[in-house]
């Protein structure tokens, strides 16, 4: 086949469609895939957060973090995470005013923690 008759013959504008949408696809999964795992590390930092500070709410937010990315897709997700941003606020404002690290010993203003 000439490259005349292939451009007229409408086969180069099948190929083109088909790398256009596996092109989509693959953007598609990309996303989803930074999405994922942008939740997991985010749960895992409020559970962290709640670990160290023992404030529940911030154990809450992971809850409605996990749960509200699963259930995103049915729309009921987007609830639990504006539910999740309320409880990241009242989790912050139930923060104490100073915190103990280790063996009972407060830390001095300004101090560093490894």
Request: aromatic share 10%.
């Amino acid at each position: 086949m000439h490259r005349a008759q292939l451009w007229h013959s409408g086969d180069i504008h099948t190929k083109m469609g088909t790398v256009g949408l596996m092109m989509v696809v693959l953007g598609l999964v990309l996303i989803v895939l930074a999405v994922i795992l942008t939740v997991y590390f985010h749960i895992k930092a409020w559970r962290a957060t709640y670990e160290i500070t023992g404030v529940e709410e911030f154990n809450q937010v992971a809850t409605f973090l996990k749960w509200g990315a699963i259930t995103l897709v049915i729309l009921v997700g987007a609830i639990l995470l504006l539910v999740a941003q309320i409880f990241r606020i009242i989790a912050f404002s139930k923060l104490p005013e100073e915190m103990e690290v280790g063996g009972g010993e407060e830390l001095q203003e300004g101090a560093l923690v490894y």
